[in-house]
């Protein structure tokens, strides 16, 4: 793909997105590390649901661990994996409060060493919570780029070092927040919306 196509993506998904957001909901780090933890394998929409009863009784670290594997299943259970989910949380408040003075630190080793939190939920704290220019790759951007031939690669890490070395620095704040949407809403895995799509010109898919 040539950099001007590249940048014409970009620029026609940040014209109808000018400000992308998640769309999970949250008001702190602390609820976004336990919002994106929780939606592993889950939508957006189930995780937000169980967190408008979560977070209003525990929504910090000592909090969590207040309310114990059963006070917390009791919240989570109909998300996907709730079990092993809660194992994870629990854990990582711990850890938050034993290493980080119960804050959530800001280096990609310290989150990538709390448990449930791989390489994607780290870029997505990083970038969401603290302004840093990383781009989480999930099976939304991981299609999309692909797809579009933005980045063509095997695995999800491929696929981030593609993205991350070819998108323009002025897009890569919120590269990839307008892949997972586009993914989501307009691209999606069995019927993408070509006829919607306003990237459909620049797209590898359409052969254009």
Known sequence: MTPGRRRSIFERLRAANPHPRSELEYSSAFELLVAVVLSAQATDRSVNAATRTLFPVANTPAALLALGEHGLVAHIRTIGLFRSKA????????????????????????LEALPGVGRKT??????VAFGEPTI???????????????????????????????????????AHHWLILHGRHVCKARRPDC??????????????
């Not at 194992?87 to 310290?110: D, F, M, N, Q, Y």
């Not at 780290?122 to 970038?127: D, E, P, Q, T």
């Not at 780029?145 to 095997?154: E, K, Y």
């Open 122 to 127: 780290a870029n997505v704290i990083l970038n």
């Open 195 to 208: 006829a919607h799509c306003v990237i459909a010109r620049y797209c590898d898919l359409r052969g254009i």
């Open 87 to 110: 194992k994870h949380l629990l854990e990582t408040s711990r850890l938050l409060i034993e290493r980080h003075g119960g804050e959530v630190p800001r280096e990609r080793a310290a």
């Open 136 to 174: 989480a790759v999930d099976t939304h951007v991981f299609r999309v780029a692909n797809r579009t031939g933005l980045a063509v690669a095997g695995t999800p890490r491929e696929v981030e070092d593609i993205l991350v070395a070819t998108t323009p620095a002025e897009f890569r704040q919120h």
